[in-house]
């Protein structure tokens, strides 16, 4: 399952992110984390001291191997430089699996040990002032979107995404490729509107969308919230005082996690478990080619001096195994 968490800065999707992603790792499931977030935070989320943090190697610094790897022999990508973060797979691409070894994950990605077990760790990198708002060709959160384009997963398989609910990941298909997208929102009015402005765009890609309201302190921030929200309200959180233990640096077990937030992230994964059966694995790759002939027109073909449209294989679907070329 692809998942991804989105809100304002401050509303909490580092913090639930991680949380749900020691909860993964809890019941055994393997987990690959990624922090795609401007803030870059689930490393220290997850207990990584800052050194450590700050030393995980950027995606963004490996892109060139990434597409290379991602290439394959798929003869309609000529080279790893007319590969754009929408360049999607075809027949003799190579895709990426949540439990194997590869070359992307041996240069990006690093073990995690959580209670319960490692996950995969990698990370886009900081951003700089060049990276945002721009549909930009060294985007660092195209390599998050290429490996997801190009990434196999099955149900008892997880990828958790910390993700700015930012114009990038709007300009290019980011934001569509996830099987559910928990928006994390404090119950105040930007919590909201961010909210909006990210169910807008999600209107036309079928997105699923549900609210995770977090820092909820009684019945009138849940009145609000269920107001506002309706029905995408998927659950609250209130304030943990095991999150401020790890904020401390001190994190306890996580089997000491307050019973209200472990309920929530059983429900959680429940929803995103649930949407499964619902997968549409040819409207799944037909946006991706969307995406990519949209980032093609507007600045790829001129980038790169290649017509990118020519990449898109029509017969190939990324399905959940590797052997899906018509
Ligand atoms: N449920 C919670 N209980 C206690 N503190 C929380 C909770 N959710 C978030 N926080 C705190 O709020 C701050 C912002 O959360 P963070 O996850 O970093 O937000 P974001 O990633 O959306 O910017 C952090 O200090 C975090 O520890
Ligand atoms: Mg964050």
Not at 22 to 39: E, K, M, S, Y
Not at 42 to 66: S, W
Not at 122 to 150: I, R
């Amino acid at each position: 399952m692809k998942t991804a968490f989105v809100g304002k800065g401050g509303s909490g999707k580092t913090t639930l992110s991680s949380l749900f992603i020691r909860h993964l790792a809890a019941g055994g499931t393997p987990v690959i984390a990624v922090d795609a977030d401007i803030n870059q935070h689930l490393g220290a989320a997850l207990g990584l001291d800052e050194r450590v943090a700050a030393g995980l190697p950027a995606m963004g610094d490996h892109l060139p191997l990434i597409k290379e790897y991602l290439r394959g022999d798929n003869p309609r990508i000529a080279s790893a430089e007319t590969m754009i973060k929408t360049t999607p797979p075809g027949e003799g691409s190579r895709l990426l699996r949540v439990c194997e070894d590869n070359p992307v994950y041996d240069a990006c990605a690093r073990p995690v040990e959580l209670d319960g077990g490692a996950v995969r760790l990698m990370v886009t990198g900081p951003f700089t002032d060049a990276d945002l708002g721009v549909a930009c060709y060294h985007s660092k959160t195209g390599a998050v979107e290429l490996c997801l384009n190009h990434l196999v997963d099955g149900p008892d398989e997880y990828v958790v995404v910390d993700m700015t609910a930012g114009s990038d990941s709007f300009a290019s298909g980011m934001f569509t490729r996830f099987d559910m997208t928990f928006l994390v929102a404090e119950p105040t009015r930007k919590g909201v509107s961010v909210y909006r402005q990210y169910k807008e765009y999600a209107r036309d890609f079928d997105v699923t969308l549900k609210v995770i309201g977090n820092k909820v302190q009684g019945p009138d921030d849940l009145d609000f919230l269920r107001a506002e929200v309706g029905d995408d309200l998927l659950v609250t959180v209130g304030h943990s005082d095991w999150v401020r233990s790890l904020e401390k640096g001190r994190p306890p077990r996580f089997d000491l996690l307050e019973t209200a937030g472990r309920d929530a992230l059983r429900l959680m994964q429940s929803a995103a478990d649930a949407t499964y059966e619902l997968r549409d694995r040819e409207r799944y790759t037909r946006q991706m080619v969307h995406f990519h002939l949209k980032n093609a027109r507007s600045w790829g073909n001129e980038r790169t001096g290649a017509d990118l449209a020519a990449q898109v294989d029509p017969g190939f679907v990324l399905g959940d195994t590797v052997t899906t070329s018509a």
